[in-house]
């Protein structure tokens, strides 16, 4: 799927992925339909964008590297041009 999103790129209405999704069927199309439909996902996902986006990640794939104290990153976060985001990234799952 995520090949098929990357060469789609100008092409990712709700229609268009679950179109892809009929072309893999490893993703069981109807499972794959019924939780985009419902948006099951919908506010977890919105929720990780946010905190990223807060944290200068404004794509991906992003890489940290990072020396970490139990689920806090120990030490500043170096953002876009180097800068430090007030924020210390925090692991969820």
């Not at 209405?13 to 019924?34: C, H, R, S, V, W």
């Not at 990072?66 to 806090?72: E, H, I």
């Not at 170096?78 to 990234?89: D, H, K, M, V, Y």
């Amino acid at each position: 799927m995520r090949a098929l999103l990357i060469a789609n790129a100008d092409h990712l209405k709700l229609e268009d992925i679950l179109g892809y999704a009929k072309l893999i069927p490893q993703l069981m199309p109807d499972t794959f339909n019924a939780c985009m439909n419902t948006k099951k996902y919908a506010d977890s996902v919105q929720e990780a964008a946010k905190r990223a986006n807060g944290e200068g990640v404004s794509g991906t794939p992003t890489l940290l590297i990072a020396k970490t104290n139990g689920n806090v990153v120990d030490g500043p976060v170096l953002g876009p041009n180097n800068t430090a985001p007030e924020n210390r990234l925090r692991h969820t799952s």
